[in-house]
């Protein structure tokens, strides 16, 4: 296998190996991983019909499984139970060990069950959409939705090794694939300027999944994730900067009752934030016009599919993780590679800030 990227965090570190073909071995590898482990697999039902049932037969898998309905929709504590429950059941003890197979879902919920399943337990990621590639997968943050919101119950809890195949990407319908792109082009504007210009200058190879130019995409995602996760593992100050979009975002999936997915969001969330930070002076005027005419061009709309009741999304806004006091705080670029940071590496917005930023998506 090739080099991995490794990501430390305060316990150990761990690798994500980004290689064509990996899952032919999955059965190999993840018994070096969860040595000596009896091993679960939870799987995203659609991956698991195409890859472990279907014609591609791909992965290489022999231990049990336990399906999750694809979608938002499963990201619940109800679906945490009934796999704990599931788990439980089948009398798995804390010799155990969980592979997560499928999109973001399947992974923060996998992530999720693991962290608290008899006081937690190891777990490999098998990411399948290029989201969950790029940025999911990277960084121990697992959890679950509430009808108050996105990802308000979860725990900080690192995988044991994360395995990504870009074979997989071939099946992942494009609206899918698209939005992985978001997060991509996140990394690009919030840590590297060179990453950004490279997006801009290979749209059409990175839109006709041209298989170097993809592995080369997911392998610089996870490397930008993996060097500010290793410096921040719980979010004490700079990783805040992978959530620039999120707050618009998240808000925008929930208000949209998830008709939007994250990556359409995230899209949606980077230009809106970076008219707040025009708005601001914290970025100067042609960043948000820069953004999102890239996003334009992987494919992602840049204004809403239909209007949503603004007081609603600021709403969603105000339970955001990051706010502090009774102000909403939101991680801002100055330019593509480098964030605004006068008093931190978040900043306080007003309401009409925000209002700025959002009729910036809306329908027009
Ligand atoms: P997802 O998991 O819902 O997957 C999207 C769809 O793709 C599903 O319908 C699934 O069945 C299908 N699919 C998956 N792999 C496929 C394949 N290879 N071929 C065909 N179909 C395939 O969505 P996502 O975009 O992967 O992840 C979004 C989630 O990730 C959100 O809940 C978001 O909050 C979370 N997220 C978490 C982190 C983190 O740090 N933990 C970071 C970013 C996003
Ligand atoms: N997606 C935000 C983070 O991983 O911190």
Redesign the pocket.
């Known amino acids: 296998m090739s080099e991995p990227v490794v990501v430390t965090h305060s316990c150990a570190s761990y690798p994500v190996y980004v290689e064509p073909g990996l899952l032919t071995q999955l059965d190999a590898i993840a018994g070096e991983q969860l040595k000596d482990k009896r091993i679960a697999m939870i799987a995203d039902a659609v991956v698991h019909q195409l890859y472990l049932q279907g014609r591609l037969g791909r992965v290489s898998w022999s231990g049990e499984t336990l399906t999750v309905p694809p979608g938002e929709s499963s990201k619940t504590r109800d679906t945490w139970a009934r796999l704990s429950n599931q788990l439980l059941d089948r009398r798995f003890g804390r010799d155990s060990g969980l592979i997560g197979l499928g999109g973001g879902v399947t992974g923060d919920l996998t992530g999720f069950v693991a962290a608290t399943y008899m006081r937690g337990l190891p777990y490999i990621l098998v990411p399948t959409t290029l989201l969950a590639m790029v ?1 999911a997968s990277v ?1 121990g ?1 697992t959890g679950v939705n509430t009808p108050h919101g996105k990802n308000l119950i979860g725990a900080f809890h690192p995988p044991a090794a994360v395995l990504a195949d870009p074979l997989t990407l071939a099946t992942l319908p494009e609206r899918e694939y698209r939005s992985g792109l978001a997060e991509a082009v996140k990394h690009g504007l919030i840590a590297d300027p060179h990453y950004f210009d490279w997006l801009e200058a290979h749209t059409a190879e990175i839109l006709s999944r041209e298989s170097h130019v993809v592995a080369h995409l997911v392998r610089r995602s996870v490397a930008i ?1 993996a060097e500010v ?1 290793s410096q921040d593992e719980r ?1 004490a100050g700079r ?1 805040a900067i ?2 620039a979009g ?1 707050t618009v975002a998240h808000a925008l999936e929930q208000a949209s009752q998830y008709e939007l997915t994250h990556g359409e969001a995230v899209a949606l969330g980077l230009i809106a934030e970076c008219v707040i930070a025009e708005h601001i002076g914290a970025a100067s005027k042609g960043l948000s016009q820069r953004v999102g005419n890239l996003l334009n061009r992987l494919g992602l709309s840049t204004r809403l599919p239909r209007p949503l009741d603004r007081s609603a999304v600021i709403r969603g806004m105000e339970m955001d993780k990051k706010n502090r006091g009774n102000s909403i705080h939101l991680a801002l670029a100055a330019r593509p590679g480098e964030m605004y940071r006068r008093t931190g590496w978040t900043t306080a917005v007003s309401e009409e800030d925000i209002r700025a930023g959002l009729a910036a998506v809306e329908v027009a």
């Open positions: 940025d960084g943050k994730k996760v979010e990783r992978l959530n999120h």
